[in-house]
């Protein structure tokens, strides 16, 4: 009896032992972070420039990307991460700085560029100067007055860290970590960070009890006569660069003509989007102005003609009192609050 018993119980652990076993650990199953995920493209937006074509995007690749983006140890100090300057309730922008802030508290000549819709870039920075989302980070990284590091120290640095060694292996096979695979994560969650739920876009796509204003359809309407040749729908930018005519400082930026070495491209930046405004302040290349009324004065009477405006700035951009309310009520229906609160984007502490 008691050899039937221990028989029995014995079988019952070896039966209870496979079952567990065969039940994935959730601590180190990797077979749905490994998995593509999606890159949905909002209805009505064309085709973007980075597709993920050679950077198979996966939940494992992302995640890596995020808490490389957040990762101070990327800088000299260890002080500064991408999420430093380019913080999520601030569109990804640096909130109420109008250069960015760098290790040792060393300030830049640029305002922060706010960081949503980067697949459909075809450069970056205010001057174009790289032309390819992979290739975006380096400078920042080895810019002595942002982040000031060397790519092999922070190799080093990454794999001191068994977590990161793990995370590299998940995402890319194994836990070699290189520049190139480093770049690839921080594209696969820069590129995930696509804002397409403002009040405008559900408007667009014609969503269940959204409606414009009459004060917001008139300011859409002195958008589309005043503003979209450069701010153009639905991203609200071009991409192009030039000039608008702002009071050359004593730093007297050259824009993209510093990459170009064209003296025709003096003083040109490339043209922001007009999304999320209501986060990304202060505007322009160098974070001179506070406020949009500040935006639209400039427009109005502030054009320079010794910082080779563009034609179409010509007499200025001249609106009533109330045009300028009903145009500002507009730009309010493109901030996008799900964006700057989409939990996916946050840092994971």
Known sequence: MKRLFSISVFALMVLLTFFYACKPDPQLDFTTKTAPISFPIPQGWPKPFYNFENNTLTSSGFELGRKLFYDQRLSRDNTISCGSCHQQFAGFAQADHAVSHGVDDKLGVRNSPALFNMNWHTSFFWDGGVNHIESQPI????????????????????????????????????????????????????????????????????????????????????????CSNCHTEPLFTDYSFKSNGLPLTVIKDSGRAHITLNPADLYKFKIPSLRNLKYTGPYMHDGRFNTLDEVLNHYATGISASSNPDAQLAGGIQLTTQQRADLIAFLNTLNDEEFIKDERFKEVK
Request: hydrophobic share 35%; glycine share 4%; proline share 2%.
């Open 139 to 226: 400078n920042p990284i080895k810019n002595p007055v942002e982040m000031d590091e060397s790519i092999d120290n922070i190799i080093v640095k990454l794999n001191a860290d068994a977590t990161y060694r793990s995370m590299f292996k998940s995402a890319f096979g194994d836990e070699t970590i290189n520049s190139q695979r480093i770049f690839k994560a921080l594209a696969q969650f820069m590129g995930m960070l696509v804002s397409s739920n403002s009040k405008y876009d559900k408007y667009k796509r014609s969503e269940a009890g959204i409606t414009m204003t009459t004060q917001e359809l008139n300011g859409y309407d002195i958008y589309k006569s005043k």
